[in-house]
């Protein structure tokens, strides 16, 4: 098929094909920052449910091999994010966020192919950190503690990197942040560390009785 340039009607399909594209990228945006919210709700009403539950269900979660083997999955995931964390702050003493913004300088002024890699390495596994946070949020999760505690935790490591990568929604992942900050607050204030170490003792007990 030949275009003719000098078609008045072109221009109008070009900014319809544009528009329309905006207003994909819009609506992706919007499901994102909603799934967000919706995350951090869920993690908290889960708060909420273990203040008031009466007894834990473990040993029906660890035969729950779908969730099981997610959580190792998001366990892997969390690591490899983690890691990923560490190697980019590497030995110096600024905080991960003023690491970022040095990544950004080096790849848009310097052209730096290494710190690219990394950039993108980076918002890959923030976004399958956060899918992954929230697919767990919409889960049962006021019986396990200690695994509810590390989901609040990488969010709010996921809420720095997002927050310094995205420039257009820095103030809602900064304020997501606070609000996740705050979230642990209320966390520790009502679940002690002990129950923690005893979870963990009592998962790691369990887990050797059913691959026995």
């Known amino acids: 098929m ?8 072109l221009d109008i399909e070009v900014d ?5 594209l905006y207003e994909t990228e819009g609506v992706r945006k ?8 919706r995350s951090l709700l869920n993690l908290k009403t889960n708060t909420i449910r273990y203040r008031f539950s009466s007894n834990s269900n473990i040993h029906a979660k660890l035969k729950d091999v779908t969730f099981y083997e997610n959580k190792k999955q998001f366990e892997s995931l969390a690591l490899r994010f983690i890691k990923l964390l560490n ?4 030995i110096s003493k600024r905080d991960i966020e003023a690491e970022i913004q040095i990544l950004f300088y080096h790849v848009t002024i310097k052209r730096n192919h290494s710190s690219k890699f990394l950039l993108k390495e980076l918002e890959d596994l923030t976004f399958q950190v956060f899918m992954k946070i929230h697919y767990f949020s919409e ?4 019986d396990h503690p200690s695994f509810l505690k590390t989901l609040i935790q990488i969010a709010i490591q996921a809420c720095k990197t997002r927050k310094n990568m995205n420039h ?3 103030e809602f992942y900064a304020e997501l942040g606070e609000n996740y900050h705050n979230l642990e607050k209320e966390f520790i204030s009502i679940v ?3 129950v923690i170490k005893n979870e963990k003792r009592k998962i790691k007990r369990l887990s050797e009785e ?3």
């Open 168 to 170: 257009a929604f820095s």
């Open 2 to 9: 030949s275009f003719d340039l000098e078609n008045p009607y």
């Open 210 to 212: 059913l691959m026995s």
């Open 192 to 194: 002690p560390e002990k």
């Open 16 to 20: 319809d094909l544009v528009l329309g």
């Open 139 to 142: 889960q049962d999760l006021y």
């Open 30 to 37: 919007i499901t994102e920052l909603s799934r967000q919210v």
């Open 87 to 90: 190697k980019i702050n590497g």
